[in-house]
């Protein structure tokens, strides 16, 4: 039917047939990567700026080109510009949308380029500038965790392994075992953007091209640190998107282990914590709920973050070199994640201001659940008992309180020499909440002074002080 219908795509000279239009469809990526109009438009400046200066278009037609791409820059601003699956993508959008504005000259854009590097080159300067804005969120969430904790410093809640109940830690400590978990997450994204920040204009379709380009130029048109070596990988690496998601992912496992804590702590059972109505929801059936949709969805989102993980590994895992259509679809996992990333990280340095600490209820966690049985041990082992036997006699004395619905602190010192006569008593104050958090001196460990040391060098790092 369409045999006698000439193809009038921008490469359409070769057929002679146009595209099925179902196909039109299957091929387009406009509505993904349209959101690349700014990284392709810098891209093609910087492109003719070096075309212009290496004397391989006239310098003013690459003024003209300059001046029509800032046009079309403002077009498609303004929502004047119609997005149509028959022209693909961004790259032939924008081309097209040149040459409206400033004629023929336009076709000496794409001189020495092809849309295989041009992609690289987009992804590269989008994804540059988002790793820069979410090393900012992470160090603004760093930020508000720790003047949290500098503000709680103080407050001693039940520390927990297994979802029991083990020795109390200060609350503060905990807060700062996340500051580090960001801390790797943000070496992570800044060792990546070392991958990312790398020029791959040039490499034409894969082999290079025949016009004297200077890469170089081009590179510090566009402030990237370096050029890529090889023009086959520099249309085919996508190593710096895989690497990015496996980071979002680990980012967003830190956050939905953290919402798994504040859903269980805002719950009637724990109330350790109060998050602020402006980020919960009721329940439309019953009312008194108050729900931590926020955290859920935070811990809900991070599947969808893995989700993309997979996809672009899946995507790159049989591809031969050098650039492929399939490698079209890397950009709804990436730019999903980027989005997801953000956004959670923002609503949770928001929410994390308004949080309510009950210090109260969390301390009376710690004096239920025999806490201090490892402390009863050391106190054996520092009055010369074995650490194995001492953990022994400790283990009977809390069967002992158990079977007469005692806490520790409640035995008398009777029933603890009956225990051993090692015990004298200063086992009190030995066993008591106070002195087992001063006396976890070890390095890293949960005592006043490591933890305020903690936050001061934090407080230096994030430039708080
Ligand atoms: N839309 C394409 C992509 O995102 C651009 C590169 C197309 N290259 C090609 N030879 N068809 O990957």
Not at 63 to 69: A, D, R, S, V, Y
Request: negative net charge; charged residues 25%.
């Amino acid at each position: 039917m369409n045999d006698s219908v000439e193809n009038t795509k921008l490469w359409g000279g070769r057929f002679t047939r146009s595209t099925d239009k179902l196909v039109e469809q299957f091929n387009a990526s406009i509505d993904v990567d349209k959101r690349l109009y700014d990284a392709d438009i810098e891209g093609s400046i910087a492109h003719l700026k070096m075309m212009a200066n290496e004397g391989i278009i006239p310098k003013e037609e690459a003024g003209t080109l300059i001046e029509g791409l800032g046009k079309v820059k403002r077009q498609i601003e303004n929502h004047e510009m119609e997005f149509t699956p028959g022209l693909e993508d961004i790259h032939m959008h924008v081309e097209d949308a040149l040459t409206k504005v400033s004629g023929d000259v336009a076709k000496k854009l794409h001189t020495g380029r092809s849309r295989n590097d041009q992609v690289a080159l987009d992804v590269r300067i989008y994804l540059k500038k988002e790793t820069l804005l979410i090393l900012e969120l992470l160090s603004g969430f760093q930020k508000v965790l720790v003047k949290m904790a500098r503000k709680h410093l103080d407050v001693i809640m039940p520390g927990y392994t297994h979802l029991q109940r083990a020795q109390p830690i200060l609350f503060s400590h905990y807060l700062m075992a996340y500051y580090e978990m960001l801390c790797r997450d943000i070496q992570r994204f800044e060792d990546c953007l070392k991958r990312i920040d790398v020029m791959p204009l040039g490499a034409a379709a894969l082999a290079g091209t025949t016009y004297p380009l200077n890469r170089e130029f081009t590179r510090q048109v566009l402030s990237f640190s370096s050029v890529s070596q090889n023009s086959i990988d520099s249309v085919s690496d996508r190593d710096f998107v895989m690497e990015f998601i496996s980071h979002a992912s680990i980012c967003m496992i830190h956050l939905s282990r953290l919402s798994e804590e504040l859903i269980l702590w805002s719950s009637a059972e724990f109330s350790f914590i109060t998050i602020s109505d402006a980020f919960t929801t009721g329940s439309s059936i019953m009312p008194q709920k108050k729900n931590p949709d926020v955290a859920e969805l935070v811990r809900g989102k991070t599947g969808r973050v893995v989700g993309n993980l997979m996809s672009i590994l899946m995507l790159m895992k049989s591809l031969p070199l050098a650039y492929n259509k399939d490698m079209q679809e890397d950009k709804e996992p990436l730019f999903d994640t980027v989005d997801t990333l953000k956004i959670c990280l923002e609503v949770y340095t928001r929410m994390f201001e308004n949080i309510k600490i009950h210090k109260d209820r969390m301390l009376a966690a710690c004096s239920q659940g025999f806490l201090n049985a490892t402390d009863l041990a050391d106190y054996l082992v520092a009055k010369g008992m074995p650490f194995r036997q001492a953990h022994a006699v400790a283990g009977k004395a809390v069967a002992y309180a158990l079977e007469n619905q005692k806490e520790l602190d409640d035995l008398s010192l009777e029933e603890f020499k009956t225990l051993s006569d090692l015990i004298g008593k200063d086992v009190y104050d030995a066993i008591a909440i106070h002195t087992m958090i001063s006396k976890r001196i070890s390095y890293g460990g949960t005592s006043f002074d490591n933890v305020t040391r903690a936050v001061e060098k934090a407080e230096k790092n994030l430039g708080l002080k």
